[in-house]
């Protein structure tokens, strides 16, 4: 990784909001400190630990700019602080919103210390800053003195700054708990009544999106943000917040400049238990599961989460004064925002934008990204690197829209396609257009809920047909991080090259054919093969992050330019 840029300047102060365990309210706290803070005069930089991809949609309507993750295993410990660096720009105080509970990260039965990869402890280390727990306290008495002492001594490293009492069932519940707190020499920095009404409606894979909560998730914001203002002490809290940690700034265009669209290598016979690749005979081909992936013992488990496509960028990808980098359009109704409208315009009205293209952009080539309420899963370094590496990107809505002019690459995101099957099915042309442009070899990258578009069917709906599996609604939840294989060449991976992703989804393939897979790995002692690999089309179950492989972005838009002149004369 390169990033040379502002490597003597010291990061934003910030607060790492976490919990002694999930359910405890984080999200709820986190995202109204973000719209108190900015409401009292802050610019607050919105973060959330690990892959999830809900949670930053909410933050990014309380703060009017895109919400990001930090995800140490996703995207590698060195690029934490410099990705926070980046997506801080132009803040004055940072929100961090952990994950799980404060010392719960990947489970490595190898693991020697007490800071588990992937923790909100290893992110807040990582930083330097303070963590503020979040504690519910329904149930809790006088005990709770032991539970907060375990946690303020259990690793020396982790500074503990105070306590946010959530669900406080009374004045008297509240005078006890405060007591208590005091007794371990904790600061109570705020007590949050139980407020039922706070509620945000959820599905199996928890919070519904911002996107497709519509006005209901700017109303739960708002809410949440009226709370935190009338019980916890904003003043103490931007007083309390730091960060030690000094780097260089995440730059997307020197993070590609390192990379190039290299030759492609052979395929590979996957072992896992062998880290080097092995050349397979010419004659050999990979068929087989592409849903073989479990959330069994052995595949290491983390929780679920949220939202953000977009992000504010610099060079290139400089954000306009509405937030849109240029080199960046949206299309579609107005009444069904995309992704990145809602991140970027954070309940504003969601008219179309068409930002005027540099010359430089005209002749890129056209990355469509899928947005809408179907495809809401994402981060905002993905488009940043896009553009980065000479993109043009257009966001669309497959359930309305048709693929965009001059299309040379598609992405396909993650997000709830089984929840808009009928919608998405009903437009037959998009669906039709995009099998035809596979076949042509046409580069796409689909990952989730863009496997699921890209399969013959989906729950009984009538899908594009790419890829030769039919997929439903299943039985139990699949999550969980993977090492993973690349089985062989595609627009965005080399063969035998190793990448770190993320399962999430509740969905599963029930009839496969013969599909060449995309991925490998091991879960549980079984070697996994999963995904596929159809013409110039990688889909796949697995999310990964864009930040942590810039050279697949580099070469995936390398892909697009190649199939752009060829587009063109068909």
Known sequence: MRIPRGADSVSIPAVVIAAPASGSGKTTVATGLIGALRRAGHRVAPFKVGPDYIDPGYHGLAAGRPG????????????????????????????????????????????????????????????GAPVILVVDARGHSQSIAALLHGFATFDSTIRLGGVILNRVGSERHDQVLRAACDRVGLP???????MSELEVPSRHLGLIPAVEHGAAATAAVDAMTDLVAAHVDLRAIAGLAHATAASPIWDP????????????????????????????????????????????????????????????????????????????????????????????????????????????ARFAPVIAIAGGPAFTFGYAE???????????????????????VGTAGLVLPGGFPEEHAADLAANTRLLTLVAQQAERGMP????????????????GHTMAGVVDATAEFGPRLTLG???????????????????????????????????????????????IREGALVHRVHASYLHTHPAGNPQAVARFVAAAADYAPTRATT
């Open 68 to 127: 990001r993750n930090l995800d140490p295993v996703l995207v590698g410990m060195e690029r934490v602080v410099p990705l926070y660096r980046h997506g801080a720009q132009g803040c004055d105080l940072a929100v961090v919103e952990g994950v799980m509970g404060l010392f719960d990260g990947r489970i490595d039965e190898n693991q020697s210390g007490p800071i588990a990869e992937g923790s909100t402890a290893q992110v807040a280390g990582l930083l």
């Open 253 to 360: 265009e020197v993070e590609l400049g390192a990379h190039s669209a290299e030759p492609p290598a052979a395929s590979v016979t996957w072992d896992p238990t062998v880290g080097a690749r092995r050349p397979a005979p010419a004659s050999s081909t990979h068929t087989g599961a592409l849903a073989g992936a479990r959330s069994d013992a052995g595949a290491e488990a983390m929780p679920p989460s949220a939202e953000g496509l977009t992000g504010d960028s610099r060079s290139v990808a400089r954000p306009t004064s509405k937030g849109v980098p240029h080199g960046t359009r949206i299309i579609g109704r107005e009444t069904a925002p995309s992704t990145v409208e809602a991140l970027l315009h954070s309940g504003t009205d969601f008219g179309r934008v068409d930002e005027t293209l540099t010359e430089k």
């Open 444 to 459: 796409v990258h689909a990952e989730c809920a863009g496997l699921l578009y890209l399969t013959r069917s989906l729950d």
């Open 481 to 527: 991080y993977r090492d993973a294989v690349a089985l062989t060449d595609s627009p965005l991976w080399r063969a035998g090259e190793r990448v770190r992703g993320h399962e999430f989804h509740r969905t599963r393939l029930v009839t496969t054919g013969a599909d060449t897979s995309a991925w490998g790995w091991h879960a549980g002692g079984d070697r």
């Open 382 to 404: 993905h488009r940043e690197l896009l553009i980065a590496a000479g993109a043009q990107v257009v966001v669309f809505d497959p359930m309305h829209d048709e693929l965009p």
């Open 188 to 194: 109570v920095l705020g007590s949050l009544p139980r």
